[in-house]
């Protein structure tokens, strides 16, 4: 196809006209920074420059002066236009300097029009969205501080008969014995010793603000764990241990919420109602303390693999479900604001998370050999490592393993 036949009728808002010649600008946006002492500059690239179309068009015949002012109408209307330019096609553009109309006697019935367009983009603004992990963290802390109340609310020692006091002690340091007892996933995230804390509950227990106080500090804050341990493990197994420290937590929080839900004794003495309250609110209080501690860390972990974010975000959910059964109102409002900031936290996160497949090496290999084989990348040898509990990563064995999808 010859170049006269792909060339276009030009138009500009749907008003014709002829072209005598054209011209553009196209390239990158580009700055040079010069150091001293260096010979050679840094050109840094900002993206692609703006594209301009500068047209020399004309309008001929009898009618010409119509012509000119229909274009000149459409040349001051507000706002962006389309532009069929006769090379370039159709265009979305914007008059960049006023257009220059010219007339003369010696190209009677005629006149030429001097046109300066650049594209036109959209005027874009950034989109306002909810910080998701904010919501989920300042719904654990109104978790934390309408559980403190309740307590304060519900258990008293004071001005009671010795026994209450005892019951309150022997409560405590058998809540305190099954986090002591706890999957080490637990006990590596104790901010206070156990121990510490049972040889004082004695002068702990009769001060319900401080003891509320120290139950729920009694884990490192979520945001602390989550940098602690990938420290350690490097990222796949921070997130790993931290899911598992999630998945302790919540069933231990069930362990608790059983406890407390224990039908209180009728038909007896005050101090045995009052103590059998006690215990009841104690236990309540280990309980929103542990997912106080598994709302915070779900929030702010990295959750690199679907399948355990997923668990770990119903797991969740259900553990706040499970404390919501039994508990005062504020209390419950305040669990079902936590469970639907972690759903919707959790939720938004999961199209970032890859997905698992099994696979079966087709020979003992080492792990390097299998990351690349997988991902065409060795470094990830600690990812499958990790992910697989593979005690010999020199030696892989035949079996079915788990690795990420991408």
């Given at each position: ?138 719904a654990a802390d109104n978790l934390q501080d309408a559980g403190s109340f309740d307590f304060v609310k519900k258990f008293d020692v004071n001005a009671k008969p010795q026994s209450v006091f005892d019951d309150a002690v022997s409560t405590f340091n058998d809540g305190l014995d099954l986090i002591d007892k706890a999957t080490s996933n637990i006990k590596s995230i104790i901010d206070n010793p156990i ?212």
């Amino acid at each position: 196809m010859a170049w006269k036949d792909r060339m276009v009728a030009a138009s500009f808002r749907g008003v014709p006209f002829e072209v005598e010649s054209d011209d553009g600008t196209f390239g990158r946006r580009t700055v040079v920074h010069e150091y001293p002492q260096r010979d050679k500059p840094y050109a840094e690239d900002n993206g692609r420059a703006t594209r301009e179309f500068s047209i020399t068009a004309f309008l001929i015949g009898d009618d010409y002066l119509e012509k000119r002012d229909r274009l000149l109408e459409a040349i001051e209307t507000k706002g962006p236009g389309t532009l069929v330019h006769p090379w370039y096609g159709e265009l979305k553009v914007s008059l960049k300097d006023p257009a220059r109309v010219s007339h003369s006697k010696q190209n009677g019935g005629m006149c030429t029009v001097q046109l300066s367009f650049v594209e036109s983009g959209e005027l874009t603004f950034p989109s306002a969205a909810d910080s998701l992990g904010s919501k989920a963290l300042a719904a654990a802390d109104n978790l934390q501080d309408a559980g403190s109340f309740d307590f304060v609310k519900k258990f008293d020692v004071n001005a009671k008969p010795q026994s209450v006091f005892d019951d309150a002690v022997s409560t405590f340091n058998d809540g305190l014995d099954l986090i002591d007892k706890a999957t080490s996933n637990i006990k590596s995230i104790i901010d206070n010793p156990i121990a510490f804390l049972k040889a004082n509950a004695a002068t702990l227990i009769p001060d319900a603000v401080a003891m509320a106080n120290t139950v729920f500090n009694l884990f490192k804050r979520g945001e602390s764990v989550v940098g602690s341990v990938e420290g350690l493990f490097g990222l796949g197994g921070a997130s790993a241990r931290n899911g598992d420290a999630v998945s302790a937590l919540t069933s231990l929080s069930k362990t608790f919420s059983t406890l407390a839900s224990t039908p209180a004794p009728t038909g007896v003495s005050a101090a045995r109602a009052q103590s059998a309250s006690n215990a009841a609110a104690i236990n309540h209080l280990f309980s929103q303390s542990l997912l106080v501690q598994a709302v915070g860390m779900t929030t702010t972990m990295d959750m690199p693999i679907y399948d355990d974010a997923v668990k770990i975000r119903d797991n969740v959910t259900a553990a706040l479900d499970n404390e919501s059964l039994t508990v005062a109102d504020p209390v419950y409002v305040a669990l079902q604001d936590a469970r639907a900031a972690v759903y919707a936290d959790v939720t938004s996160r999961l199209s970032q998370s890859a997905r698992l497949k099994t696979i079966t090496p087709a020979s003992v290999m080492p792990g390097l050999v299998t990351a690349y084989d997988q991902f065409e990348d060795v470094s990830r040898e600690a990812e499958i490592v990790n992910m697989n509990k593979i005690r010999r990563p020199g030696f892989i064995p035949v079996e079915p393993i788990k690795v990420l999808s991408a």
